[in-house]
């Protein structure tokens, strides 16, 4: 096996300008894009919604987003300009990654009573899905 079959996955791999979603500091639940390999355990990141700085990799997730092209240690308004040139705010929002998190936020987020309300209203529709099987089976035999 070559060495380049080996290298070439479906797995993202760190390179200039690829989006990551941050997830541990003050950062949390941001993106950022890749502007400089610092190490094979640190990154230098820049984004709109963040401050410039080095960020370990373990603290990060890689998104399958790359803003191409964008130079390497580009600075704060190069990085602005090839951001909303890309649209990486509104891909990374069409994701199933990121709604499944707006969910879990949304979810998080509720009352005692919404999360009440939610149960009645689950208890409901499971009451009219058996019923509606209970007919079909009925009708059926």
Known sequence: MSQTQVVSSQWPQVETGRVVLINSGKDEGKLAAVVQI?????????????????????????T??????LPRAARSGVVKKYWTE???????????WAK????????????????FKVMVLKKQRRFEVRKAVAKARKASS
Do not use: M
């Not at 399958?64 to 092209?69: A, F, H, R, Y």
């Not at 499944?100 to 009352?111: N, P, Y």
């Open 64 to 69: 399958q987003q790359v803003i191409s092209k």
């Open 38 to 62: 610092i190490d094979h355990k640190r990154a230098l990141v820049d984004s709109p919604h963040i401050e410039r700085q080095e960020i370990s990799l373990s603290h990060v997730s890689l």
């Open 100 to 115: 499944k998190r707006a969910s879990r936020e949304k979810k998080r987020q509720l009352t005692d009573f919404e999360r």
């Open 86 to 96: 890309a649209s990486v705010d509104d891909k990374a929002a069409s994701t199933t």
